[in-house]
């Protein structure tokens, strides 16, 4: 049963940066997307970025585009986001999920996180001005 674990989560300045950590076990994730989703307080949850099994598919919605950066260590079966030029609208728990369909694209970041089967317990990020 794969089971993913999200870190790197934090208090940062206007402006700062972090990197999200998203350390999968349980199976490998050289099979599955992976997308980074987000939800803030009084709000529902959105997505933010997916990554194909492959690397080579990735989508980004537009209010992170240019700002995040999400990779993959296929060794560390590990998937990171950076994020950089935080603001106090990026605040929420983030959270990451696996899809072995290997869907990836900005409609199922939308619309679809449901096609996502595996879920993180997520972490914290605070963006303050």
């Known amino acids: 049963q794969l089971q993913l674990a999200e870190s790197g989560g934090g208090l940062v300045q206007l402006g700062g940066s972090l990197r999200l950590s998203c350390a999968a076990s349980?199976?490998?994730?050289?099979?599955?997307?992976i997308g980074w989703f987000r939800q803030a307080p009084g709000k529902e949850r959105e997505g933010v970025s997916c990554?194909?099994?492959?690397?080579?598919?990735?989508h980004y919605v537009d209010s992170v585009k240019g700002r995040f950066t999400i990779s993959r260590d296929y060794a560390k079966n590990t998937v990171y986001l950076q994020m950089n030029s935080l603001k106090p609208e990026d605040t929420a728990v983030y959270y990451c999920?696996?899809?072995?369909?290997?869907?990836?694209?900005?409609?199922?970041?939308?619309?679809?996180?449901?096609?996502?089967?595996?879920w993180g317990q997520g972490t914290q990020v605070t963006v303050s001005s």
């Open positions: 990554i194909s099994n492959s690397g080579t598919n990735i």
């Open positions: 349980g199976d490998t994730t050289d099979y599955y997307s």
């Open positions: 999920a696996a899809d072995p369909s290997n869907y990836c694209s900005e409609y199922v970041l939308i619309y679809e996180s449901y096609q996502y089967d595996y």
